[in-house]
Nanobody, 126 residues
Framework: QVQLVESGGGLVQAGGSLRLSCAAS????????MGWFRQAPGKEREFVAA????????YYADSIKGRCTISGDNAKKTMYLKLDTLKPEDTAIYYC???????????????????WGQGTQVTVSS
């Protein structure tokens, strides 16, 4: 069983940066795939980034690739999402998630994740 708690969201001006954190408890951090999703009002939850700990590979949505970096600290059981050059379109609730350590073709669908945090709000002003 894994519990996830996000933090680091807030209000930022366009062009600014934020680093989101996802603290995990329970389970073995490195035994899960972990990802970030976001959901804007009236929109479906969409994939942002993921990391597969077994091989250290990272994956990014095309919409944010180049402005986003996912990383983790196994000792602290914390995953990070660094968001740069933020745009108003990035405004959303950001969720972290954990799921079975499946391969690269399983990291993008939200249905592949078993555990979810409560979300942290990111608001980007124009």
């Amino acid at each position: 069983q894994v519990q996830l708690v996000e933090s680091g969201g807030g209000l930022v001006q366009a062009g600014g940066s934020l680093r989101l954190s996802c603290a995990a408890s329970g389970g073995t951090f490195s035994s899960y795939n972990m990802g970030w999703f976001r959901q804007a009002p009236g929109k479906e939850r969409e994939f942002v980034a993921a990391i597969t700990w077994s091989d250290g590979r990272t994956y990014y949505a095309d919409s944010i690739k180049g402005r986003c970096t996912i990383s983790g600290d196994n000792a602290k059981k914390t995953m990070y999402l660094k968001l740069d050059t933020l745009k108003p379109e990035d405004t959303a609730i950001y969720y972290c998630a954990a799921g079975p350590p499946r391969g690269w073709n399983w990291v993008r669908p939200s249905s592949q994740y078993n555990y979810w945090g409560q979300g942290t709000q990111v608001t980007v002003s124009s």
